[in-house]
């Protein structure tokens, strides 16, 4: 089975900069697009960037646009969250997400590392 693992979350000062990785794991492995969602405490699940496998269409939630670059490496299975000019409101618990198929749901999550930015 596909497996997904998040790493690179942290504590920031305003301003400052994180960049989260996504490890992509199993022997069999076919996807449409990877996503990175984010969840605050008390606050729905909210996807911030998305990026589609094979073209490397990325999409931004309008908070992030112009802070955050999604990106992805097809030959070591990896997605990565550039996140520059953090705030408070970024703070969350970030999840990388995986779907196989155009507009079907995301599936596939790891585990979700916690983003802290701090005054």
């Known amino acids: 089975q596909v497996q997904l693992a998040e790493s690179g979350g942290g504590s920031v000062q305003t301003g400052g900069s994180l960049r989260l990785s996504c490890a992509i794991s199993?022997?069999?492995?076919?996807?449409?697009?990877m996503a990175w969602f984010r969840q605050a405490p008390g606050k729905d699940r909210e996807s911030v960037a998305t990026i589609t496998w094979a073209a490397g269409t990325a999409a931004y939630a309008d908070s992030v646009r112009g802070r955050f670059t999604i990106s992805r490496d097809i030959a070591e299975k990896m997605v990565y969250l550039q996140m520059n000019n953090l705030k408070s409101e970024d703070t969350a618990v970030y999840y990388c997400?995986?779907?196989?198929?155009?507009?079907?749901?995301?599936?596939?999550w790891g585990q979700g590392t916690q983003v802290t930015v701090s005054s």
């Open positions: 997400a995986a779907r196989d198929f155009p507009e079907a749901p995301y599936t596939t």
């Open positions: 199993g022997r069999a492995f076919a996807t449409s697009s």
